[in-house]
C-alpha cells in the first residue's frame, strides 16, 4: 500500500471534476428527493409525505401519459432504427451527390426543435395547411393531423422522425464504414448479392451502431417534451400529453411538489427501461 | 522537476481550474441567482446607469422603473401611452418586461416572485389567481394611499388579501358572455335568447342558414373555459352558498346538478353539431374575425373581445353584441363580471415611491383618460367619476341594462380563491366530445383539490 502512495498526480486534480458533479448533480438529485416529499412553493415548504406520489399516481392523466410516452418512444425509436439503416446503407454505397444528400439528411437536426414544431402544426392546419391543400389536389381528403385524437401523437412521433433521422444515419454510416471491405470482397468471390452483403454483412457488423441509435432515440423518446409542447401542447384535452408534459404542466400551475415527484417516478421509469435494455442490447455485440 | 514544484504546480492549476469554473457559472446561471446583490436582470443594469448619471449630473433626476404586462390585447399600448405622458410629467421612465398570457405567464410571474427577480411593477389578474402568488409577501400594500379613495369596494375586495388592499385598477370590468353579430340576427329574425333552450332553438336556425352558429377556438386552449366560468351567474342565482361551500371542500361540481349543467353546456354545442370545421385548429383572432364578418353568429367570450374586433375589423364594431350565457329559466338571466387586472407594485424593489407615484397618477382622471383613449371600455369603470363614454360599444351599451338591473354576479374566481389550472384542458376535452360532462366535471374537482392543499386552506 505505502508504495502507491507515490503517484505522479494528485487527488486534488479531481476537485474541479467533483465539485461540477456534486453541485449540478449529486445534490439536485437529493434535494428533489426530498421536494417530491413536499408542498412547496419555491419559498415555504410543508412535509407531507409520500402523499405527492398518491395524487401523481391518481391522475386520470397520468395512465394516458405512460401510455402515449411508451407509444412515442417505440415509434420514434422503431422508425429511427430502421429508416436510419436504410439510410445509411445507402449513404455508404457509391452514389451520386452522396454528400450532398448527406447534409440533406442531417439538416433538420440543425434546426430548433421549436421552430420545426410551430412549422409543422401550420403546415398540418386541417383545410389551410400545406400537407392537407397538396393532398386535396390529388383528390384525397386528408385528416386533421393535430386535431383527430387518433392520430394527434403518430404525426407529431413522425415530425419528430424527420427531425431525428439525421442523427441516426450519422451514427449508421459510421458504424458501416468501419467495416473492413475485406468482407464485401470475401462475399463477391462467393458469388454473393448486394442482396446478400446487406443481409449477412451490414447489419449483424453494424449491430454497435444500432445499439447506439436504440439507446439514444428510446431513451430521447421517453424524455421528449420541446415537440409535442410546441405542436399541441398535448392537446386536444389530454390526447397527446407525455409524462414531462405532464410533470411542466404541474410546474406552469405552482404545483413544485408534485412536479418534483413526477420527475422523479420519469426518472426511475426512464432508469427501469434503459439499463436493462442496454445490457440486454450490448451482450449480443459483436467486436471487429 | 522535484516534488515540491510538482506539488505547488498541481495547486496552482487546481485553482485556476476552480476558479476559471465558478466564473463560468457566474455568467452563466446569472437568471437562477436570487441573491439580490448579484442580481443581473434588465431593471437592475439601469438602475446602476441610473446611479451614476444622478451622482454627476444631480437636477435631472430621472427615474427608470421596469413594468411587466402581458402581450395580450391593447392594455400594452394604452400603458405605453399613460407611461409617455408620466416621462413628461413625473421624470419617470417605464421600461416595458412583456411576458405571455395565461399559465405560461403565470409560471413565469411566480418564478420571478420567488427568485427575486420581480419588475418595480406588474400587470397581473385580480381574484384568485392573485391569492396564487402570495400578495403579502411580494406586493406593497396601498390600503392607505389616498389614490385609492376613488377605486370602488368591488374592485378592492379582489385584490384584497387579509383586510389589506394590493393593486389599482388597469382598465374597466368586463362580461363572460356570448358575443353575437346583430347583422345575421337580424337577417335571420331571430331575437336574444333569454333561456338555454331558446338559445339551442336560434343554433339550430343559423346551422340552417348555412353559418356557423357556436365558434369555437380551441388552438388557444383558454377560450374554451367561457360556458363555465361565464355561467357562473346562473349557478350562483339557483344555489347561493355554492361559493362558500365549495372553498370549504363542501360542495363540488360534479355532485352539484346546478354547476355540472355548465360542463353540459359546453358539450350540448359540440353534440348538436353547431360549431365551426377546424375548431381545434382556430385561434382567438380567427374567431373574432368569423364572428365580425358574420360567418360566425355566436362567441363566448369575455367582453374585452370587443377592443380587438375593433383593432382587426373597426368598420364591424357596431354590428356585436352582447347577451349573457343563457340559463334554463327566463327568470335567472344575468351577467357573469370580470374585474380588470391589478397594477401591483413589488414589494421588494429598491423604487417604491417612485412606482407609488406612477401609480397614483395612473388612476387619476388625466392618466384614466389617456389610457381610455387608447382602450375603449368593455364594461362599466370601477374607479368613481369616470363614466363610459357615450360612443362606449354597441355590445357595452346592452350589458349596460343589466348592471343597472342589478343582474350581474362577479365571477367564480372573484369570490373564491380556488381556480383548478386544468380547466381549459379538460373544457377542450368536454368541448370536443373527448370526455363527457360528468368526467370533466369530475376532474376538474381532483383539479380543485390540487390548488386547495397548495393553498394550504382549512378543510381539504
Redesign the interface.
Given at each position: 500500500m505505502t508504495k502507491l502512495k507515490i503517484r505522479t498526480?494528485?487527488y486534488?486534480?479531481l476537485?474541479?471534476a467533483f465539485?461540477?458533479y456534486f453541485v449540478f448533480y449529486l445534490l439536485p438529485t437529493v434535494l428533489s428527493l426530498f421536494f417530491s416529499m413536499t408542498?412547496w412553493?419555491?419559498?415555504h415548504w410543508?412535509f407531507i409525505g409520500f402523499d405527492n406520489y398518491v395524487?401523481f399516481f391518481?391522475?386520470?392523466a397520468l395512465s394516458i401519459g405512460f401510455r402515449n410516452t411508451l407509444i412515442y418512444a417505440a415509434v420514434t425509436c422503431g422508425l429511427k432504427v430502421i429508416l436510419g439503416l436504410l439510410l445509411g446503407a445507402f449513404l455508404t454505397s457509391t452514389v451520386l451527390f452522396k454528400n450532398y444528400l448527406r447534409s440533406v439528411i442531417f439538416f433538420p437536426t440543425l434546426l430548433s426543435t421549436i421552430a420545426v414544431g410551430i412549422a409543422f402544426s401550420i403546415l398540418m392546419?386541417?383545410?389551410q395547411g400545406l400537407i392537407n391543400t397538396s393532398l386535396a389536389a390529388l383528390g384525397i381528403n386528408g385528416p386533421?393531423w393535430?386535431?383527430n385524437?387518433k392520430i394527434a401523437l403518430l404525426s407529431v412521433a413522425l415530425v419528430d422522425v424527420w427531425k431525428g433521422i439525421g442523427v441516426a444515419t450519422v451514427i449508421y454510416i459510421a458504424g458501416i464504414s468501419a467495416i473492413p471491405g475485406e468482407y464485401y470482397e470475401a462475399l463477391k468471390i462467393d458469388g454473393g448479392s448486394s442482396m446478400n452483403a446487406f443481409r449477412y454483412i451490414t447489419v449483424p457488423l453494424s449491430r454497435p451502431a444500432m445499439n447506439s441509435v436504440i439507446i439514444l432515440a428510446f431513451i430521447g423518446g421517453l424524455r421528449s417534451f420541446d415537440l409535442i409542447w410546441a405542436m399541441t401542447?398535448?392537446?386536444?384535452?389530454?390526447?397527446t400529453d407525455l409524462i414531462a408534459s405532464i410533470i411542466y404542466?404541474q410546474?406552469?400551475?405552482?404545483?413544485y411538489g408534485?412536479a418534483t415527484a413526477g420527475n422523479v417516478i420519469l426518472f426511475v421509469g426512464v432508469s427501469l427501461l434503459a439499463f436493462p435494455l442496454y445490457r440486454y442490447l450490448t451482450k449480443g455485440e459483436v467486436y471487429l | 522537476m522535484n516534488r515540491t514544484t510538482g506539488?505547488a504546480l498541481?495547486?496552482v492549476?487546481?485553482v485556476i481550474?476552480?476558479v476559471a469554473?465558478l466564473a463560468g457559472c457566474g455568467s452563466g446561471s446569472g437568471s437562477g441567482n436570487n441573491s439580490p446583490t448579484t442580481k443581473n436582470n434588465t431593471g437592475d443594469t439601469n438602475s446602476k446607469t441610473n446611479v451614476k448619471t444622478e451622482a454627476t449630473n444631480a437636477p435631472v433626476e430621472k427615474t427608470t422603473l421596469t413594468l411587466m404586462v402581458g402581450n395580450t390585447g391593447t392594455t400594452l399600448d394604452a400603458l405605453k401611452a399613460v407611461g409617455t405622458e408620466a416621462e413628461k410629467k413625473l421624470n419617470i421612465t417605464i421600461e416595458y418586461d412583456i411576458k405571455p398570457d395565461g399559465?405560461?405567464g403565470?409560471?413565469l410571474v411566480?418564478?420571478r416572485l420567488?427568485?427575486g427577480d420581480m419588475s418595480d411593477l406588474l400587470v397581473y389578474n385580480t381574484g384568485s389567481l392573485l391569492k396564487?402568488v402570495?400578495p403579502v409577501?411580494n406586493f406593497l400594500d396601498v390600503t392607505n394611499e389616498t389614490f385609492m379613495a376613488d377605486v370602488l369596494d368591488s374592485f378592492k375586495t379582489v385584490v384584497t388579501v387579509d383586510g389589506k388592499v394590493y393593486g389599482a385598477p388597469v382598465g374597466s370590468s368586463s362580461a363572460g358572455a356570448i358575443l353575437y353579430n346583430k347583422k345575421v340576427y337580424g337577417e335571420l329574425g331571430l331575437t336574444v335568447p333569454q333561456t338555454w333552450s331558446e338559445f339551442m332553438a336560434n343554433n339550430e336556425k343559423i346551422k340552417a342558414a348555412g353559418k356557423t352558429a357556436v365558434i369555437a377556438s380551441?388552438k388557444d386552449?383558454w377560450t374554451s373555459q367561457l360556458f363555465v366560468l361565464g355561467d357562473y351567474y346562473n349557478l350562483q342565482a339557483q344555489v347561493p352558498n355554492f361559493a362558500d361551500d365549495y372553498t370549504n371542500n363542501k360542495a363540488k361540481y360534479a355532485t352539484t346538478p346546478q354547476a355540472l349543467r355548465s360542463f353540459e353546456k359546453t358539450e350540448e354545442p359540440f353534440k348538436a353539431g353547431y360549431m365551426n370545421?377546424?375548431f381545434?385548429?382556430t385561434t382567438y383572432d380567427v374567431a373574432l374575425k368569423m364572428l365580425a364578418d358574420g360567418s360566425g353568429v355566436h362567441y363566448p367570450m369575455l367582453t374585452s373581445a370587443l377592443d380587438s374586433i375593433l383593432q382587426n375589423s373597426p368598420d364591424k364594431i357596431n354590428d356585436i353584441g352582447v347577451f349573457p350565457i343563457p340559463g334554463d329559466s327566463a327568470d335567472v338571466n344575468g351577467l357573469t363580471v370580470w374585474m380588470p387586472s391589478g397594477l401591483y407594485i413589488n414589494k421588494n424593489s429598491k423604487k417604491v415611491e417612485a412606482a407609488k407615484k406612477f401609480m397614483e397618477y395612473f388612476v387619476s382622471k388625466e392618466g384614466q383618460a389617456i389610457f381610455a383613449s387608447k382602450v375603449k371600455a368593455a364594461g362599466p369603470n370601477v374607479i368613481k367619476g369616470i363614466e363610459l363614454p357615450d360612443d362606449a360599444y354597441e355590445g357595452v351599451k346592452e350589458m349596460q341594462k343589466y348592471f343597472d338591473e342589478g343582474k350581474t354576479s362577479p365571477a367564480l374566481e372573484f369570490v373564491s380563491p380556488v381556480k383548478g389550472?386544468?380547466l381549459e384542458?379538460?373544457t377542450?376535452?368536454v368541448g370536443?366530445g373527448?370526455?363527457s360532462a360528468q368526467k370533466g366535471a369530475e376532474?376538474y374537482d381532483?383539479d380543485i383539490l390540487?390548488?386547495a392543499?397548495?393553498l394550504?386552506l382549512p378543510g381539504w
Amino acid at each position: 500500500m505505502t508504495k502507491l502512495k507515490i503517484r505522479t498526480y494528485s487527488y486534488i486534480f479531481l476537485v474541479p471534476a467533483f465539485l461540477i458533479y456534486f453541485v449540478f448533480y449529486l445534490l439536485p438529485t437529493v434535494l428533489s428527493l426530498f421536494f417530491s416529499m413536499t408542498r412547496w412553493t419555491l419559498t415555504h415548504w410543508n412535509f407531507i409525505g409520500f402523499d405527492n406520489y398518491v395524487t401523481f399516481f391518481s391522475e386520470t392523466a397520468l395512465s394516458i401519459g405512460f401510455r402515449n410516452t411508451l407509444i412515442y418512444a417505440a415509434v420514434t425509436c422503431g422508425l429511427k432504427v430502421i429508416l436510419g439503416l436504410l439510410l445509411g446503407a445507402f449513404l455508404t454505397s457509391t452514389v451520386l451527390f452522396k454528400n450532398y444528400l448527406r447534409s440533406v439528411i442531417f439538416f433538420p437536426t440543425l434546426l430548433s426543435t421549436i421552430a420545426v414544431g410551430i412549422a409543422f402544426s401550420i403546415l398540418m392546419h386541417p383545410s389551410q395547411g400545406l400537407i392537407n391543400t397538396s393532398l386535396a389536389a390529388l383528390g384525397i381528403n386528408g385528416p386533421d393531423w393535430l386535431g383527430n385524437t387518433k392520430i394527434a401523437l403518430l404525426s407529431v412521433a413522425l415530425v419528430d422522425v424527420w427531425k431525428g433521422i439525421g442523427v441516426a444515419t450519422v451514427i449508421y454510416i459510421a458504424g458501416i464504414s468501419a467495416i473492413p471491405g475485406e468482407y464485401y470482397e470475401a462475399l463477391k468471390i462467393d458469388g454473393g448479392s448486394s442482396m446478400n452483403a446487406f443481409r449477412y454483412i451490414t447489419v449483424p457488423l453494424s449491430r454497435p451502431a444500432m445499439n447506439s441509435v436504440i439507446i439514444l432515440a428510446f431513451i430521447g423518446g421517453l424524455r421528449s417534451f420541446d415537440l409535442i409542447w410546441a405542436m399541441t401542447k398535448g392537446g386536444p384535452g389530454f390526447t397527446t400529453d407525455l409524462i414531462a408534459s405532464i410533470i411542466y404542466k404541474q410546474y406552469q400551475a405552482g404545483f413544485y411538489g408534485l412536479a418534483t415527484a413526477g420527475n422523479v417516478i420519469l426518472f426511475v421509469g426512464v432508469s427501469l427501461l434503459a439499463f436493462p435494455l442496454y445490457r440486454y442490447l450490448t451482450k449480443g455485440e459483436v467486436y471487429l | 522537476m522535484n516534488r515540491t514544484t510538482g506539488r505547488a504546480l498541481t495547486f496552482v492549476t487546481s485553482v485556476i481550474m476552480i476558479v476559471a469554473l465558478l466564473a463560468g457559472c457566474g455568467s452563466g446561471s446569472g437568471s437562477g441567482n436570487n441573491s439580490p446583490t448579484t442580481k443581473n436582470n434588465t431593471g437592475d443594469t439601469n438602475s446602476k446607469t441610473n446611479v451614476k448619471t444622478e451622482a454627476t449630473n444631480a437636477p435631472v433626476e430621472k427615474t427608470t422603473l421596469t413594468l411587466m404586462v402581458g402581450n395580450t390585447g391593447t392594455t400594452l399600448d394604452a400603458l405605453k401611452a399613460v407611461g409617455t405622458e408620466a416621462e413628461k410629467k413625473l421624470n419617470i421612465t417605464i421600461e416595458y418586461d412583456i411576458k405571455p398570457d395565461g399559465t405560461e405567464g403565470d409560471n413565469l410571474v411566480k418564478t420571478r416572485l420567488a427568485t427575486g427577480d420581480m419588475s418595480d411593477l406588474l400587470v397581473y389578474n385580480t381574484g384568485s389567481l392573485l391569492k396564487a402568488v402570495n400578495p403579502v409577501e411580494n406586493f406593497l400594500d396601498v390600503t392607505n394611499e389616498t389614490f385609492m379613495a376613488d377605486v370602488l369596494d368591488s374592485f378592492k375586495t379582489v385584490v384584497t388579501v387579509d383586510g389589506k388592499v394590493y393593486g389599482a385598477p388597469v382598465g374597466s370590468s368586463s362580461a363572460g358572455a356570448i358575443l353575437y353579430n346583430k347583422k345575421v340576427y337580424g337577417e335571420l329574425g331571430l331575437t336574444v335568447p333569454q333561456t338555454w333552450s331558446e338559445f339551442m332553438a336560434n343554433n339550430e336556425k343559423i346551422k340552417a342558414a348555412g353559418k356557423t352558429a357556436v365558434i369555437a377556438s380551441y388552438k388557444d386552449t383558454w377560450t374554451s373555459q367561457l360556458f363555465v366560468l361565464g355561467d357562473y351567474y346562473n349557478l350562483q342565482a339557483q344555489v347561493p352558498n355554492f361559493a362558500d361551500d365549495y372553498t370549504n371542500n363542501k360542495a363540488k361540481y360534479a355532485t352539484t346538478p346546478q354547476a355540472l349543467r355548465s360542463f353540459e353546456k359546453t358539450e350540448e354545442p359540440f353534440k348538436a353539431g353547431y360549431m365551426n370545421k377546424d375548431f381545434l385548429a382556430t385561434t382567438y383572432d380567427v374567431a373574432l374575425k368569423m364572428l365580425a364578418d358574420g360567418s360566425g353568429v355566436h362567441y363566448p367570450m369575455l367582453t374585452s373581445a370587443l377592443d380587438s374586433i375593433l383593432q382587426n375589423s373597426p368598420d364591424k364594431i357596431n354590428d356585436i353584441g352582447v347577451f349573457p350565457i343563457p340559463g334554463d329559466s327566463a327568470d335567472v338571466n344575468g351577467l357573469t363580471v370580470w374585474m380588470p387586472s391589478g397594477l401591483y407594485i413589488n414589494k421588494n424593489s429598491k423604487k417604491v415611491e417612485a412606482a407609488k407615484k406612477f401609480m397614483e397618477y395612473f388612476v387619476s382622471k388625466e392618466g384614466q383618460a389617456i389610457f381610455a383613449s387608447k382602450v375603449k371600455a368593455a364594461g362599466p369603470n370601477v374607479i368613481k367619476g369616470i363614466e363610459l363614454p357615450d360612443d362606449a360599444y354597441e355590445g357595452v351599451k346592452e350589458m349596460q341594462k343589466y348592471f343597472d338591473e342589478g343582474k350581474t354576479s362577479p365571477a367564480l374566481e372573484f369570490v373564491s380563491p380556488v381556480k383548478g389550472p386544468n380547466l381549459e384542458n379538460l373544457t377542450v376535452a368536454v368541448g370536443s366530445g373527448i370526455i363527457s360532462a360528468q368526467k370533466g366535471a369530475e376532474d376538474y374537482d381532483k383539479d380543485i383539490l390540487k390548488q386547495a392543499q397548495q393553498l394550504n386552506l382549512p378543510g381539504w
